[in-house]
């Protein structure tokens, strides 16, 4: 079994400034690691993943996140955030074998302050 | 174009009625699941369905929830006697291999009155 921790469950940021969003997992076996964005009255959109290789993975809207297994996180950085980065950000994790189901985090509400 | 449709997007019904939400993938997912998400908490495993068949389910899917592909197309949710709790967004989502990310489509919002 897996589980994620994001400690930050509210992180505001001023525009153009950077930002890091926390993601922690635990799990006894090899996992993939996924974050997605949830912007107001809409679904889930994968915003990046990593599978294997490079550690550090790019996704859309400018993100990127590094893989980092001896701390078991998965943190997600912006260098300069948006106004339209508004929006809740959800890691999640699932074993690497089988048809496995996610794992979410409980989320964290990103707040672009102008 | 998204990986999948959701409908509908919003359903009220009262408590104790059936309810089924629908969810139509494009045609190359192998992998179905659906989700949920209470107001203000985490997203939750409901149920994963492959080669139609359950593949797991959560001790939150009971003898309540069901799944079906009816027709090879449209992934079905059903709840059979609502309760209040059962009051939350509901997701649908749709993988081609088990190593490929899971879309998700946009939700249905349940409300039980």
């Known amino acids: 079994a897996q589980s994620v921790t994001q400690l930050d469950s509210q992180v505001p940021v001023f525009e153009e400034a950077p930002v890091e969003l926390r993601c922690n997992y635990s799990?006894?076996?090899?996992?993939?690691l996924f974050w997605y964005v949830q912007y107001p009255n809409q679904g889930l959109q994968l915003l990046l993943k990593?599978?294997?290789?490079?550690?550090l993975v790019k996704g859309i809207n400018g993100f990127e996140a590094e893989f980092n297994k001896s701390q078991t996180s998965f943190h997600l950085r912006k260098p300069s955030v948006h106004i339209s980065d508004t929006a809740e950000y959800f890691c999640?994790?699932?074993?690497?074998?089988?048809?496995?189901?996610?794992?979410f985090g409980t989320g964290t509400r990103l707040t672009i302050i102008p | 174009e998204p990986e999948v449709t959701q409908t509908p997007s919003h359903q009220v019904t009262q408590m104790g009625q059936e309810v089924i939400l629908r969810c139509v993938p494009i045609?190359?997912?192998?992998?179905f699941y659906w989700y949920r998400q209470i107001l203000g908490q985490k997203v939750e495993f409901l149920v994963s369905?492959?080669?139609?068949?359950?593949?797991?389910k959560s001790e939150i899917f009971d003898d309540q929830f069901s799944v079906e592909r009816p027709d090879g197309s449209n992934f079905t949710l059903k709840i059979r006697s609502t309760k209040l709790e059962d009051s939350a967004m509901y997701f649908c989502?749709?993988?081609?291999?088990?190593?490929?990310?899971?879309?998700f489509g946009d939700g249905t919002r349940l409300s039980i009155l």
């Open positions: 369905f492959y080669n139609n068949e359950i593949s797991e």
């Open positions: 799990s006894s076996v090899s996992v993939y």
């Open positions: 989502a749709v993988g081609a291999e088990v190593n490929q990310p899971q879309h």
């Open positions: 045609s190359n997912h192998l992998y």
């Open positions: 990593y599978l294997s290789g490079s550690t």
């Open positions: 999640a994790v699932k074993g690497n074998f089988g048809n496995e189901k996610l794992t």
